[in-house]
């Protein structure tokens, strides 16, 4: 009998440790005031109805570049001359110009946009690109010689 009771003791002071040991790592007890059920986690019971899982993806925040529509245009300078002498785009649209030289060094310069390419010679390209930022008609040219003042030049027109 002291046997079986030595047990028992022993299996409950066991219990009982193990019960305090496991309570002092759990977090405390929340105090709810208020409505109860609002905190609450929704338990299903399983006669809910099926609804299929909403998924949303959120669109990304558009950078102004990606905004602004891109006008690419290819002009070819050759003796004196741009073949392409009028260009019109819109405030906020992203510029791409593709000049080709051809039939000796010529380059495409736009003062107001800071933009220009490098001197090419006969059978070269480059691609540059700017934001067209403010309104108005702006004149580009070839800085090589007296190529502008021979009427290698053209106009960019910003509209609103």
């Known amino acids: 009998m002291n046997k079986v009771l030595i047990g028992v003791v022993v299996v409950v002071l066991l219990g009982g440790g193990l019960w305090v040991w496991n309570r002092a790592g759990a977090p405390a007890e929340e105090v709810v005031t208020g409505d109860v059920n609002q905190n609450m986690p929704v338990v299903p019971t399983g006669n809910e109805p099926s609804v ?75 691609t540059i690109e700017f934001v067209a930022n403010k309104t108005g008609s702006f004149e580009y040219y070839c800085s090589v010689g007296s190529h502008r003042q021979m009427g290698m030049k053209g106009t960019l027109t910003v509209t609103p």
């Not at 990304?60 to 570049?65: A, H, I, K």
């Not at 245009?73 to 906020?92: A, H, P, R, Y």
């Not at 510029?95 to 380059?107: A, L, N």
């Open 52 to 126: 299929p899982e909403m998924v949303v993806t959120p669109e990304p925040s558009p950078s102004p570049v990606s905004e602004a529509a891109v006008k690419e245009f290819t002009v070819q300078g050759s003796n004196f001359t741009f073949d392409v002498s009028q260009m019109t785009v819109k405030i906020g649209d992203r510029v791409r110009i593709v000049f080709k030289s051809s039939g000796g060094r010529h380059d495409w310069r736009l003062d107001e946009f800071d933009a220009a390419t490098n001197v090419l010679t006969d059978g070269q390209s480059e």
